[in-house]
């Protein structure tokens, strides 16, 4: 886990996200416990009300359910319900604005698919 957190986003919003990578990364399992909200406020020097109200927010979504007086824990099927809020995500936030700016630059489609090979392979040669 990193302790810094973007300026341009709310903190709650970056925990929300913090715990959900650790989930789609399989480093919390289905229905393994999280760290509490007195831990992730330790770890990240925040308050307590925002590291609730980003927890909360995944309580919302059904991601992770609380187990009175014990603890929060993940839900069944949340890597997949994450995954999809994602993929979804996805095209609007990254595709959408990338095809923008090729059509302002007169890229073709092959050219932006020749771009976009090469990215991944340098994406592939890191791991």
């Given at each position: 886990m990193s302790k810094s957190f973007d300026q341009k986003k709310p903190i709650f919003i970056q925990i929300k996200e913090l715990i959900a990578d650790q989930i789609i990364n399989n480093q919390l399992k289905e229905h393994e416990q999280i760290p509490s909200t007195?831990?992730?406020?330790?770890?990240?020097?925040?308050?307590?009300?925002?590291?609730?109200?980003?927890?909360?927010?995944?309580?919302?979504d059904e991601i992770i359910y609380k187990k009175r007086g014990v603890g929060m824990f993940v839900s069944e099927g949340a890597k997949e319900k994450l995954m999809l809020q994602r993929r979804?995500?996805?095209?609007?936030?990254?595709?959408?604005?990338?095809?923008?700016?090729?059509?302002?630059?007169?890229?073709?489609?092959?050219?932006?698919?020749k771009v976009i090979e090469e990215l991944k392979g340098r994406v592939n040669d890191e791991y």
């Open positions: 007195n831990q992730l406020v330790q770890y990240y020097k925040v308050n307590h009300l925002t590291v609730a109200k980003g927890i909360n927010l995944l309580v919302e979804k995500g996805f095209a609007e936030e990254f595709v959408l604005p990338m095809l923008e700016e090729a059509k302002k630059l007169q890229l073709s489609n092959s050219e932006i698919l």
